[in-house]
């Protein structure tokens, strides 16, 4: 099997709004995770760089666009445990970093079909950065399961996140993998191309968390709504709905060791609450891995 790795960062998740390039083993957020079909029972170590033309957290993006770069680094150990970090730099502002992330989790397979992960990561923001939407989780507890059909491949992952907002969210994707049969260059390269299409369900007190953070903001970005409309937002923001449709549309450029991949995400949010006044969004990444053996 060709040692293949698309990133999925948090997931489809992140500080950020577009899917940092997040090595791990759990879905976009803005959480990304090594997209193959079985467990790969290697030591392993893989290092990459992304760009993103946006933040976005579970389907919600802030009321101002956040271009960014990440870094990110995985190690796999021959048993399933691995271990993770990344850095994250929103373009436009003076912090060096604004988030740094660190986690781990253990690969499974439950059969040759069914595979997943548990991961836990922690958020580290820096308190000088942009206050992307992310900023009010600082822990993320994952559990991520994947069922190879065969004709496509179908996934289902739970997110637990909590800090200064607690939220659920159950994110559902299927996807097709699709490999060249011809070279570019050598009988060593090959694309890949994996459309997917993705739906998450959640609570978003996230969003409530950020507009009271956001106050002092009012008259500047109008992003602050009067007291009065605290309560009914609160009590909106607690409930579990449908929060986004998206599809993903990534081709990679992939040798034995690295991979260059250009990502296209088309969004559409729902039930937008609170001071978010979020609407379908298109999302672009770009991103390049080495993984050593």
Known sequence: MKYYFAILLLITCTVLKAEPLKLRLYADTNKKTADTDTVIRKQSATIGVSYGSDVQFFGRTGPITYPFVSSDAIYNFKNGIFLYGSSVKVLGYDPFFDEIDLGGGYLYNISKQLT??????????????????KSASSNDLNLNNSYNWGFAKSGVILDYLFGKANDGFVTVNTSKYFESKFSIFDDKDYLTFTPAIAAIFGTQNFVQQYSIDHEYREDYDNIFYSNPDIPRMAHNNSLFKLLDYNIKLPIAYNRPHYTFEFSYKYSIPLNVEGILKNHRESFYNLTFYYVFF
């Not at 548990?118 to 950065?129: C, E, G, H, I, Q």
């Open 116 to 133: 997943g992960s548990v991961s836990y990561t922690r958020f580290l923001f820096n308190k000088d950065a942009a206050q992307v939407i």
